[in-house]
């Protein structure tokens, strides 16, 4: 494993974190029992994992209760961060509501603070539910000043959304995309990824394999006809890589990104073991080419 810097914090961080959304199953493979969660989660640390990812939208709180059990005790260094904006109200962004879900997130982790708090899909909440009076990012920089948490942090779909809170604010130390930069789609390298350097604020690219589709759903995906748009572009990308000798779109999809020394973490989102594993045997420092990396881009 290789870590890198965590943004304007002094923390140095595993190049793949472990993210918590599926530790209770996908839907296609049935509910799995919280011991499940915690194997994987104790198979991370084995493999050099120190970053850990939670919400309490993820299977309603047994994502953090997976982590509550799986980390009690544990004395190894490692950074846990989950999300406010969810919980008890689905995507309610006022102080009381914020301060209430987080003390219910604590009470799941079972313990008294995190590393990291971040909004919970900011697009959700917009500019006013972020910066308003009583609003999302007053009840977060309580919980910082309480000790409660270290640092906070941003994470949505809307591009020019967190583009601009993080040109205007200095508060943020990391920001999560997902879908916008994979070897489909490269949307935020544009802006978000220059301005997120320009704030040292630490990049996070989860859902790297484009919600599956460069991996296990891809035939799921175009069964359904989701991501249709991508079918052409991902045949011709894959031709790509096979010219290079990359067989794997899910080794290459993850090794892509890290080529990338803008990006501090790879989030990967795994429902098992073998998938922690083949994502962790990615951050071997084995980077893409940059001729290889245009060939790819001007697809």
């Known amino acids: 494993m290789n870590y890198r810097r965590f943004g304007k914090t002094d923390w140095q961080v595993s190049e793949i974190g472990l993210g918590g959304s599926w530790f209770y199953g996908r839907p296609e493979f049935g509910e799995k029992p919280l011991a499940y969660g ?6 991370a640390f084995e493999l050099g994992v120190n970053y850990f990812d939670t919400a309490p939208l993820y299977g309603r709180g047994r ?39 987080f003390e219910a997130s604590l009470k799941r982790l079972q313990r008294d603070r995190v590393d990291l708090v971040q909004i919970h899909e900011s697009e959700q909440a917009g500019w006013d539910g972020v910066f308003g009076k009583g609003r999302t990012l007053e009840a977060l920089r309580e919980l910082r ?24 604010c200095d508060d943020f130390v990391s920001v999560i995309t997902f879908l916008q930069y994979d070897l489909l789609v490269q949307d935020a390298k544009q802006e978000l990824v220059p301005a997120a350097v320009d704030a040292d604020a630490a990049v996070i690219l989860a859902s790297p394999l484009h919600g599956g589709l460069l991996g296990s759903k891809r035939e799921h995906w175009r069964s359904t006809g989701r991501f249709a748009n991508l079918y052409n572009k991902q045949e011709r990308v ?3 890589l096979a010219r290079h000798g990359h ?32 994502s962790v045997a990615a951050a071997d420092g084995r980077h ?10 001007n697809v």
């Open 38 to 43: 915690v194997g994987v989660v104790e198979r």
């Open 63 to 101: 994502s953090e209760e997976v982590y509550g059990h799986a980390l009690k005790g544990v004395d190894k260094p490692y950074i846990l961060a989950t999300k406010v904006g969810y919980f008890p109200e689905p995507f309610d962004y006022t102080r009381d509501t914020v301060l209430r879900g």
């Open 145 to 168: 000043e309480q000790g409660l948490v270290t640092h906070i942090g941003l994470t949505g779909s809307d591009l020019d959304l967190m583009t601009q809170i993080l040109r205007e």
């Open 238 to 240: 894959e031709a790509v």
């Open 247 to 278: 067989d794997s779109t899910i080794d290459a999809g993850l090794r892509y990104l890290l080529s990338d020394p803008q990006v501090a973490m790879i989030l990967s989102g795994v429902a098992s073991i073998e998938e922690l594993e083949t």
């Open 288 to 297: 893409f080419s940059s001729e290889l990396i245009n060939e790819i881009e």
